[in-house]
């Protein structure tokens, strides 16, 4: 990372992370809890990355671990269940099945995997919806309990706005840790040139699978933490529409970036609120700004920003060597 | 002299074309062989067999003596067979350090150790060596998509040393290198393999720098074996001659 980047970033995520410790002190309880959703959209986003970003992998399906978790958490927490190892049960039942829905990526790649994956939220979504006794059908879960720890109580917005923030921080420093080990550079690899990678040793198949696991573990999560933010479940907010809006936020944040799916959630959590102002405009507004943004930077917006910061570092005059 | 490679009968169709017919073969340990013919004749389809990129058809690949036919490429790598490709295979969203640590990082541990270990695996010190070893130390720090054609195919076979492997196959590691830096190229696959002991096959298409390279070479036409022997016994080969180099 060149100076001016490191000095960009820096700047930007301390101006964001001062925000986000004092908004709920500028917002109403409804601000409060799209920040909240934004939070939780945030960790499944950062599953996505993940899995589409960083490995290359498509994924149509991070809804359904969304959901997956929700309703674990939803089921089990309404039966008196600990929200705790339920959180962590979501994160690990998603990662199973994240794994098992890799073997078809090991065959399948771009369109055809897409579909799969879009088959597997489509299934998912129809037992949420059918199977009643289990998901409460169209009637879902109510009245999800937030947790507690050690006493404190999550039952206010301001207090389960902190809990979203530090799991979202805990999330993201674990994946930036990732990322950054060897693992990270292997999924880059599988990602940029699969038969080379395999020629120099990397397990593509082992590989490809922990993608989708920890992308689908991360969705686990967000469900786990999406269902005590709404208190309300049922199969709509799960359906194909999330996967794509979560793939929306990976794609236009910037796919690849470890800030993409932060960015990305913005546009895609926030953005449609502030642009109520417009009414029934408001939505054709919000899909024309995203045509234009992947017509002219396909690379998303810090694909945008890092390309004007490369430029800008060009342009700028070299300094003259001092002479002694 | 041990065989580290024993190719025997390998055979690979695709529908009713015959790409290598049959073709057997041992490398020895220490060996640098050559393997040329006119394009269309199966070379890098019999590398792609060897290295588990293809099923062959028919046929055994021995290493070590061992059965490796239609083994994991992933899996050979490990068991010490490296390979560069004809097209240039780097990774052009990391650095040329990164990419040489990525080549070794895999033998390095298992999956948990490498997740929680170190970010360099701890090939920091191997990759500079590398990076001195083919000249590319300045350019450490760049990003590989950056560099000219020929420091990427420097880099690429670099890649393919920084295992320390014992068999490394190169497929035209020349092609499209220009005149200095085939010297240079020339020059370290030489010294890796007096100094580290390694065995190449190379598989190239200019005649001085693979004559000048390979103890021994292999010639293919039309999916076979035509002509086996050292360099000058090769290029007097009537049937190389009239298949291959020409009058």
Sequence with gaps: ????????????????????LVAPFLFKPYGIFILSTWAVM??????????????GQVSLAQ?????????ITAFLTTNGWSFWPICALAGVACFVIGWGLGYPALRLQHHYLAFVTLAFNTLVYL?????EWLTGGIYGISNVPRPSLAGWSMNGAHAFYYFCLAVLALVASAIWWLIRSPWGRAFVALRENPIRAQSLGVDTRRYTLMAFALGAGL??????????LVQFIDPTPFALGLSLNLLLMVVVGGSGYFFGPFLGAIIAVLLPEWLRFAQGYYLMGYAVLVILLMVFCPTGLLG????????TAKAAPVAAPEVS | MSAVLKVRDLKKSFGGIVAVDGVSFNVNQGEILGIIGPNGSGKSTLFNCILGQLRPSGGDVHLDGRPVTGMRPCDLNRLGVSRTFQLLQVFPQLT???????AGQEHRGGMLSRL??????????????????FRLTHLGGELAGALSYGQQKLLDVAMAFMAGPRLALLDEPAGGVNLTMLVSLRDRLRAINVEQGSTFVVIEHNMDFVMALCNRILVLAEGRVIAEGDPAHVRRDAKVIEAYLGR
């Design chain 1, 219 to 228: 969705g686990g999560i967000a469900g786990a933490l999406y269902a005590p």
């Design chain 1, 127 to 131: 037992v949420f919806r059918n199977e």
């Design chain 1, 42 to 55: 945030t960790v499944a986003a950062i599953g996505l990355n993940l899995t589409l970003g960083y490995a």
């Design chain 1, 63 to 71: 809804a359904a671990f969304v959901g997956i978790g929700a309703y």
């Design chain 1, 1 to 20: 990372m060149t100076r001016r980047r490191t000095v960009a970033v820096g700047i930007a995520l301390g101006v964001s992370s001062s925000f986000l």
């Design chain 2, 96 to 102: 040329v350090r990164e990419n040489l640590i990525l």
């Design chain 2, 116 to 133: 929680i270990g170190p970010r360099d695996a701890g090939l920091s010190a191997s990759a500079d060596r590398m990076l001195d070893f």
């Design chain 1, 304 to 311: 945008l920003a890092d390309r004007l910061l490369t430029s």
